[in-house]
């Protein structure tokens, strides 16, 4: 899926120098980027952890 977004100029030249820094791309950027933010509020982030999350309450007593 495509997602167009609008990034601050100052944001995305930070981005570019990070880019270069690490040696990653734009788009492994925004993964890691997104990742952090789901973990951050306590969402998967990929299927496996959203399978392991629903068995893990599906366990719980009632």
Same mark, same amino acid.
């Given at each position: +899926? /495509? @997602? +167009? ?5 100052? =944001? *995305?030249?930070? *981005?570019?120098? #990070? $880019? =270069?820094?690490? %040696? @990653?791309? !734009?788009?492994? *950027? +925004? ?5 952090? *933010? #789901? @973990?951050?509020? %306590? /969402? &998967?982030?990929? +299927?496996?952890?959203? !399978? $392991? ?7 719980? &007593?009632?």
């Amino acid at each position: +899926m /495509r @997602k +167009m977004i609008r990034i601050a100029p100052t =944001s *995305l030249s930070a *981005l570019e120098i #990070l $880019e =270069s820094d690490t %040696g @990653k791309s !734009f788009q492994e *950027l +925004m993964d890691e980027a997104v990742a952090d *933010l #789901l @973990k951050k509020y %306590g /969402r &998967p982030a990929t +299927m496996r952890e959203a !399978f $392991e999350q629903s068995a893990a309450r599906s366990r719980r &007593p009632k």
